[in-house]
């Protein structure tokens, strides 16, 4: 089951994202939080993580990420 989440700029501006594979390294919370401050702060593109903690006892998001996923969205006017 792949888990997957996006952020950062809608696909109307933009005709391309960031894939980022979450199950690379050691597939936490770290790739999560570098990738929601890329698409914060870049927010001309897209970032979409895929695979989110895959390798993980309880893979995907958990509370607290999306917690800080809702707060960067808002932080950047994102959807």
Known sequence: ????????????????????????????GQILRNAMVYAT?????????INIRANRSKPGLRPQHMTGLRLCRDI????
């Open 41 to 49: 702060l870049l927010h001309q593109k897209p970032v979409e993580i």
């Open 1 to 28: 089951q792949q888990s997957s989440a996006s952020f950062g700029a809608s696909s109307s501006e933009s005709s391309s994202s960031i894939i980022i594979d979450g199950s690379q390294g050691e597939g936490g």
């Open 76 to 79: 950047a006017g994102g959807t």
